[in-house]
């Protein structure tokens, strides 16, 4: 049985050279969608990321002074694995991110400074699908990456980035949302599969304690799994999916 058209994701579109990924916490990109960025990097394309925080609330018995600075290394070393090399963080607070101008500013900040024709964010949906709640750090961090791709384009938006040296950027051709509920494009996820494996494992201080399985187990699975069923919809192939806004 094949699947309706209407239910098909579309190749992404590959006609550009730089992207510039925005999500809240070191781990994300890994657990999203490395191996599309993997293949990007292959191709000769260039990828920076800018994390919102340092994920320094996200393990339990470790306080904040010591995960940050832990999970920036284990981010550094994720991306690494998959090409990239430019790796920033905005330094807000993890775990009470907020929605607003100054994330706003900061975001269209980043844009400008790498001039992307392709932004990439995280799910800004409140659930990841049905009934499973989104965080608010990934919906304020989402919802405010769409907004400045539009801002980074504007002048009299946020006018004291141009004092800074940072011009308009109104380049941004597409955002794609990966983890999206409702995706509508995706990318071969098989050439970049098992380094998407080995990034997410450059996580095992927080894999250690996300989850009783074995850490090579578990990032194998889940990201196996979420490449297979979105290839249900893509031919076949195991894929990454994203819900792609063109600008």
């Not at 578990?218 to 792609?244: I, K």
Request: hydrophobic fraction near 40%; aromatic fraction near 6%; proline fraction near 6%.
């Amino acid at each position: 049985m094949t699947d309706a058209p209407s239910d098909r994701l579309l190749p992404l579109p590959d006609d550009w050279r730089r992207a510039l990924a925005v999500v809240a916490h070191p781990d994300d990109l890994e657990h999203g969608c490395a191996a599309a960025i993997a293949a990007w990097t292959d191709a000769g394309r260039e990828v920076a990321y800018v994390l919102a925080t340092r994920g320094e609330a996200g393990i339990d018995t470790l306080e904040p002074a010591r995960c940050g600075p832990l999970r920036e290394r284990e981010q550094r070393a994720g991306a690494a694995v998959v090409g990239v090399s430019v790796v920033e963080f905005l330094d807000h607070r993890d775990g009470v991110v907020e929605y607003g101008t100054a994330l706003r500013r900061d975001i269209a900040a980043a844009i400008r400074r790498h001039r992307p024709e392709l932004v990439i964010t995280l799910n800004h949906r409140d659930t990841w699908g049905g009934t499973v709640w989104n965080t608010p750090d990934h919906v304020a961090v989402g919802r405010a990456t769409l907004d400045a791709a539009g801002d980074a384009g504007n002048r009299w938006i946020f006018p004291d980035l141009v004092e800074q040296g940072l011009e308009p950027w109104d380049g941004v051709r597409w955002v794609a949302v990966a983890g999206s509920p409702q995706p509508t494009h995706a990318v071969d996820a098989t050439p970049g599969l098992d380094r998407a494996v080995a990034s997410l494992l450059e996580h095992r201080t927080y894999l250690e304690t996300l989850t009783a399985q074995d850490p090579e187990t578990y990032a194998r699975d889940f990201l196996t799994g979420h490449a297979r069923a979105a290839g249900e919809r893509f031919g076949g192939t195991p894929a990454v999916a994203f819900e792609v806004f063109p600008r």
